[in-house]
């Protein structure tokens, strides 16, 4: 019989399970701060009627310094305070919209924080590829009696807490104007962002801890790009194109898609949604201001072996599209801003090439995503390029490129009204109604055992694969006595999920999963923009525009267009219809509410979109408000004091560049480094690079790229007892031009005297100077081309 081995993984939860039988409230005790308290919102505005039981030219690339003390929560205020920006005149005798676009920094610390989507233990922040920004786009009514925001935020969703906050700095900042039923918060879902901005227990064990800093600085850049926005409305006009999308995308869960009715799926070309979605956004002058694209892909090219800090694929769209329209500008500035939101990317992947063995070549697309020889963790999609950086320009250059084939042939107006409806709900018990005599309920949350396998995008844990129907009474066992067993309705309710974990059950330090969730629609004339919690499918995402368009039909709004927005304003995992259910892949396996979460979306947002139509949406209720959790577990990393080797100092450089470079080529400069999370903290600084070429006529530098450069990447190498290194590359452009360059270095270190507390101290490094040249090396074939 073969031995059998365990992970890491395994082997922590073994020894868990040896500490803690009869000790697991004492464990517990030690690793969380357990003195919190809840506290219910009562601060926000009421727009949708009382509460009640629950019914079916600024700088753009910066941010301003802030406070890094510990959150207390969100300021309440009165309930209808004096803005304290006055409101700005707006002009009203014209047809179109008021339209302001706004973009700022959220990027949070690059370091000693791991990166959220994979959930992989040990993928720490490293360094930064790109900045992550929030893009807000305000469209308000010529009388500007109406208006609604959608932000699309670099990061890899929208959590509660976050949400909670940016409304309730919006409050005291601008009254009722922005307020939970007209604003929007949608994730691009990149899984190459920060964690720790969580309140829910699972996510927080999976940050390793809060991060005040972090949740901070992407509190402080939302509201910002939504200020900036606020102050940038102008008269305009919208116009809306759509279009398919070939090449960039596959289904990575395709036998579970196969589960839906064959008459449903005969209704569809694809087993993805290739279509593209996109608004143009001009004032009456034709000045181009933005854009908003909605498309269906997981922003995961960047794989989890990546530490740096980046937007991935749709980032990269982003990344394109603004600096082909602000010439002149560097990364992250200028005034045109161009967002690519998430869709109903579920079952989406980018890894065009499909799951292959990486130990033999052969393909693994089959129920279990397994491979003969070494199982599932074998098992793994390939992008289309030769390394991950490749494949994330590859995907985000088609999305690209559809998007402005679609922008410059937008013809079609966008008119109408604006409306939008919000409700909490309580999705841990919502009645849904089959027909008109059968009913059904939600579950209190519960994850599968598949979860715990991952997907081919991202392998997960020994011993669990995709399509687990049953549990194992290890595991269980093991959970049992850690966390107690799950009762027999949670199981009963779940079926045929086999319940890993029972998170609906388990409350402390404070509760492992969210039971109030936000529903919201808002719609700008025939255009509807559904606000989802959390990532449907490919079919969950068609029944649900479908229920909603026919919603609206059904009260005289006709030929509306729906769009999914995923990732919103709280974060639920997966939703997969019915029948996919079923099947228990790893997004079945993550349907935290039970097999009929999809049916209670469409029924809420049913709901929503008849109060729209029939100009009911004051007569709503609230809802149950969502708690706000003071005390969270803090981070894992403790902050220490950044040293430098005796006899240099911060920013000296330790390897410099060659003295010569050709386009194609790449320069390193490795310099003596600090811990870039205390960048985080102390803002005097907007990057930890630049690269600077050297104008004669003028006898200055001219900076030519930032850290927001897809060009550059920064390394962060972290020593023993306060030491490290960071490394500067380029990788020169075709587009660069022959000359003098230099690259500087830019950071703060964390100093702390004897019995006083710490200081963060700002400080550059001394340039690394070398000469570009017109020749041209190209890499694969290691010539030069003159």
């Known amino acids: 019989m073969a031995k059998r081995t365990f992970s890491s993984f395994e082997i922590f ?19 969380f701060i357990t003195s919190g308290t809840i506290e219910n919102h009562t601060g926000f505005p009421s727009t949708q009627g009382p509460p009640a039981t629950q019914s079916p030219p600024a700088t753009q690339g910066s941010a301003a310094p802030q406070n890094s003390t510990p959150s207390r929560g969100p300021t309440t205020t009165q309930a209808s305070p004096t803005p304290s920006t006055p409101e700005p005149t707006l002009f009203q005798n014209f047809s179109g919209y008021h339209i302001g676009v706004g973009r700022a920094d959220c990027t949070g610390q690059v370091s000693d924080i791991n990166l959220m989507g994979y959930a992989k233990t040990g993928q720490y922040a490293r360094g930064i590829l790109t900045r992550l920004y929030s893009r807000a786009f305000i469209m308000a009514e010529p009388d500007g009696s109406n208006r609604i925001v959608f932000v699309s935020i670099d990061i890899g969703m929208v959590s509660q807490r976050l949400r909670l906050e940016v409304l309730s700095r919006l409050q005291n900042k601008y009254g009722s104007l922005y307020r939970r039923d007209n604003v929007i918060l949608s994730g691009t879902h990149t899984h190459s962002g920060p964690a720790g901005y969580f309140q829910y227990t699972t996510f927080v ?34 116009f809306i194109n759509k ?16 589960w839906n009715p064959q008459s449903e799926r005969a209704r569809y070309s694809s087993n993805t949604d290739k279509e593209m979605v996109l608004l143009k956004m001009v004032d009456l002058n034709g000045e181009e201001l933005g854009l908003i694209s909605w498309f269906a892909i997981h922003p995961v090219s960047m794989k989890n072996t990546n530490h740096l800090v980046n937007s991935d694929n749709v980032g990269y769209a982003s990344y394109l599209f603004e600096q082909e329209k602000n010439k002149g500008y560097l990364p992250g500035e200028g005034p045109y801003v161009a967002a690519f939101a998430s869709s109903n990317l579920g079952d989406v992947s980018p890894n065009v090439l499909g799951p292959q063995c990486t130990n033999t070549g052969e393909s693994c697309d089959n129920a279990n995503s397994s491979c003969p020889i070494g199982g599932p963790s074998m098992c793994v999609a390939m992008g289309p390029g030769q390394d991950m950086f490749e494949s994330t320009q590859i995907i985000g250059r088609i999305i690209y490129d559809k998007a402005k084939e679609l922008y410059e042939s937008a013809s079609q107006e966008v008119t109408g ?13 919502v009645t849904v109604w089959l027909n008109s005599t059968h009913t059904v309920k939600t579950c209190k949350p519960a994850l599968g055992y598949s979860f ?29 006595q850690v966390l107690g067993k799950p009762s027999e309705e949670i199981k009963e309710c779940h079926k045929p999920k086999p319940v890993l974990l029972q998170t609906g059950e388990l409350l402390n330090p404070h509760p492992w999963h969210p039971d109030i969730v936000d529903v919201q629609i808002v719609t700008l004339g025939f255009l509807a923009i559904t606000a989802i919690p959390g990532e449907f499918t490919t079919m969950s995402g068609r029944r649900l525009r479908q229920a909603v368009r026919e919603e609206f039909e059904a009260y005289g709004m006709l030929n509306m267009t729906v769009v999914i927005s995923g990732l919103c304003n709280v974060y639920t995992h997966y939703i997969t219809t019915y029948e996919e259910y079923q099947a228990q892949r790893y997004e079945a396996a993550s349907t935290i509410y039970g097999p009929h979460t999809l049916s209670a979306y469409i029924q809420l947002f049913r709901v929503l979109a008849k109060a729209i139509a029939t100009d009911t949406v004051a007569n709503l209720s609230s809802g149950p408000k969502p708690p706000f959790f003071e005390e969270l577990m803090s981070p894992l990393i403790p902050n220490i004091v950044d040293r430098a080797p ?141």
């Open 646 to 786: 005796e006899g240099t100092t911060f920013g000296d450089v330790l390897l410099p560049a060659n003295t010569i470079y050709r386009v194609g080529e790449v320069v390193e400069v490795t310099f003596v480094g600090a811990n870039p999370k205390n960048s985080a903290e102390n803002r005097t600084h907007q990057t930890f690079l630049t690269v600077e070429k050297y104008e004669a006529t003028s006898a200055t530098w001219q900076i030519m790229h930032n850290d927001a450069s897809w060009e550059t990447r920064f390394y962060w190498h972290k020593g023993s007892l306060g030491l490290s290194n960071a490394t500067i590359q380029w990788h020169i452009p075709d587009t660069a031009q022959p000359g003098t360059y230099r690259i500087k270095y830019f950071g703060h270190s964390r100093k702390q005297d004897l019995l006083k507390p710490a200081v963060l101290l700002s400080f550059e490094s001394t340039p690394s100077v070398f000469e570009v040249q017109v020749t041209w090396f190209k890499k694969e074939r290691n010539q030069q081309v003159l």
């Open 243 to 258: 279009g398919t999308v070939d090449g960039a995308q596959i289904n990575r869960s395709p036998t579970s898609y196969l």
């Open 13 to 31: 939860l073994i020894f868990l399970l040896v500490i803690t039988t009869g000790i697991t409230v004492a464990l517990l005790s030690l690793l």
């Open 205 to 238: 064990i999976a940050s390793e801890g809060f991060s005040n800093r972090t949740f901070e600085y992407m509190v402080t850049g939302i509201v910002e790009s939504i200020e900036i926005a606020h102050k940038n409305m102008k008269p305009g006009k919208i």
């Open 417 to 429: 009204p604006l409306a939008s409806a919000h409700q909490w709900v309580n999705m841990t018990d």
């Open 452 to 480: 715990a396998a991952g997907t081919i995008d991202g392998f997960g844990t020994v011993s669990f694969t995709q399509g687990m129907t049953e549990g194992d009474s290890f595991w269980d066992t093991l959970r049992d």
